[in-house]
């Protein structure tokens, strides 16, 4: 499957942004996905994922009740909606693909990366 992220761009404290993840292939929905995101300097981590259904989903702590990822089977879609947005969210957001059941929170358990977008959130 591949991906294409889209999305990112120059904001305020305070606003919110909408990524969006394209993929190819007719077995869009038998993949988890997950967002990642990398800072400066920093390693890839973990923001959200979502089950192959879309039933269910898991955050990490640090954008838990500001961030909601959601996915379009039908159109081969994923979202990220990043609300209240902080400095610290200052990041490249990657969409990731992963097979298997349950969503996976390390970057090695995914198997296809899209190309990243890039966020940044003014102060």
């Known amino acids: 499957v591949q991906l294409q992220a889209s999305g990112g761009g120059l904001v305020q404290t305070g606003d919110s942004l909408r990524l969006s993840c394209a993929a190819s292939?007719?077995?869009?929905?038998?993949?988890?996905m997950g967002w990642f995101r990398q800072a400066p300097g920093k390693e890839r981590a973990f923001v959200a994922g979502i089950s192959r259904s879309g039933d269910s989903t898991y955050y990490a702590d640090s954008v838990k009740g500001r961030f909601t990822i959601s996915r379009d089977n039908a159109k081969n879609m994923v979202y990220l909606q990043m609300n209240s947005l902080k400095p610290e969210d200052t990041a490249v957001y990657y969409c990731?693909?992963?097979?298997?059941?349950?969503?996976?929170?390390?970057?090695?358990?995914?198997?296809?990366w899209g190309q990243g977008t890039l966020v940044t959130v003014s102060s």
């Open positions: 990731a693909a992963r097979r298997g059941l349950r969503i996976g929170l390390s970057v090695y358990e995914y198997d296809y």
């Open positions: 292939g007719r077995t869009f929905s038998t993949y988890v």
